[in-house]
Structures are given as structure tokens and as C-alpha cells.
């Protein structure tokens, strides 16, 4: 990693003290967001001198791991995850194009079927509302 960053979201795999390292060193600790492994502990100054991290372990503690997500803008990063997870699973996770242009239009059209996936697994409300009513 090299030049100026403005923050750094990764998931849990990156909980690891060497990024925490490279990315203080560009002056961004607080921009740090990377959710801590489960079996993380906090540091040995965690009460003098609290570390980003020692500050997400904590709110974890107090709100919740989704309570913190979202405090900490990582409910975001999630959903890309879910979504890339959802595409991978249901499209599979490579593509057959050769060139860039057709890789292109094979990711539009695996998009737009899960997009159509998406909506016709979805209630429609308002005829059950209406049903009710009757």
C-alpha cells in the first residue's frame, strides 16, 4: 500500500497488527474499519491508550456486532459482501468471456438476472392489502 489514503474498510481477515500498522503510518487510525476476529482480546494499554481497534472491540461489547456495523459505517462493506457471495453462488465465480467487453456485458446480464431474481422473490403488499380489505 503506498500514497495518501482517506479510511480503510476490509473484512475480519485484515484484523491483523500490520495493517493496523501501515495505515496509522499514513495518519488514519481512526479511519481504520475492520471488524475484529471473535476471539480478539484488547491491547495491553486498551484502558490507558485505546487503539482503534480496542474502540470497535468495546463497542461490540456494549451494542452488538450489527449495532456496530452500522455505528461504524461497515454495514456497507456487508452488504457488498452479501451480495458479491450471492452473485457468486448463484452465477457461479468466474467468468467464460475472454475480453474485457464481453466480460463487461456477461456481468450486466448475470446482474440483471439476480436483480429480477430479487424482485420477484419479494411480497407484493399492496394486493395483500387490498385482499384484506375486501
Given amino acids: 500500500m503506498s500514497g495518501p489514503v482517506a479510511s480503510f474498510t476490509a473484512d475480519g481477515a485484515y484484523d491483523q497488527d500490520g495493517v493496523y500498522g501501515q495505515v496509522a503510518a499514513r495518519h488514519l487510525e481512526d479511519s481504520v474499519i475492520v471488524p475484529p476476529r471473535s476471539s480478539a482480546v484488547p491491547s495491553d494499554t486498551a484502558q490507558a491508550v485505546p487503539t482503534m481497534r480496542d474502540r470497535h472491540l ?77
Avoid: C
Avoid at 59 to 65: A, L, W
Avoid at 69 to 75: I, T
Fill in 58 to 134: 468495546q463497542s461490540i461489547v456494549e451494542r452488538g456486532r450489527t449495532a456496530w456495523q452500522k455505528a461504524a459505517d461497515y454495514d456497507w462493506q456487508a452488504l457488498v459482501e452479501a451480495d458479491i457471495s450471492r452473485f457468486k453462488r448463484v452465477i457461479g465465480d468466474e467468468l467464460r468471456s475472454r475480453t474485457d467487453r464481453h466480460r463487461a456485458t456477461e456481468v450486466a446480464i448475470a446482474v440483471n438476472a439476480l436483480n429480477q431474481m430479487l424482485e420477484l422473490g419479494q411480497p407484493n403488499m399492496s394486493a395483500y392489502l387490498d385482499h384484506e380489505m375486501e
